[in-house]
């Protein structure tokens, strides 16, 4: 019962967040970046021609909130790569939709969420991920924040790799 009150609760605020998020935006044709800076385009794409390759695969340039469509493995587990961040935890806050697999949240208060394929989350600031099965994560979250996330993780992939 207690979950699926949850469950309402978080669907109640994502929905907020997106009909506030879309009425205060104008729906006019605006530049998409990829984290390479090299494509351009409408503001909407194909998940078939989304970014695939990257650490993240995401697009920014959409209202001050950037989208990404990551498929990690099940078995990832994101702790580790957040080691040097406030708390070692993401500090970005993320709303959006678990298409396939099984992801568990974990909070900086230790409480731990398990989101299921068709169910939309909200991860708050201060949180790691765990994947328990391979997962297609549709995200959206501030921009200029998950520019700095980006570049916090390419930088902590190469050190990490360096040392190997």
């Known amino acids: ?3 699926r009150k949850n469950k309402k609760r978080l669907w109640i605020i994502v929905t907020t967040f ?19 800076n090299e494509v351009k385009g409408e503001t909407h ?8 390759g990257n ?19 099940a078995g990832t587990d994101y702790t580790p790569i957040l080691k040097g961040l406030k708390n070692d935890l993401c500090q970005v806050p993320h709303w959006g939709y678990l298409e396939k697999g099984k992801i568990r949240i974990i909070n900086s208060d ?6 299921l394929a068709g169910e939309v989350f909200y991860m708050p600031p201060g949180h790691t991920l765990i994947v328990d099965g391979d997962a297609r994560i549709i995200d959206f979250s501030p921009e200029k924040e998950m520019n700095e996330l ?14 190997k």
């Open 55 to 73: 650490i993240i695969n995401m697009v920014n340039g959409w209202g001050g909130m950037t989208v990404a469509i990551n498929e990690p493995k």
């Open 110 to 115: 230790k409480k731990t969420i398990t989101v």
């Open 1 to 3: 019962m207690k979950s």
């Open 18 to 36: 997106a009909l506030t998020f879309l009425t205060n935006q104008k729906m006019t044709s605006q530049e998409v970046v990829l984290r390479t």
């Open 45 to 52: 794409i194909s998940k078939d021609d989304f970014p695939k």
């Open 150 to 163: 980006n570049t916090f993780i390419v930088n902590k992939v190469t050190e990490m790799q360096n040392k």
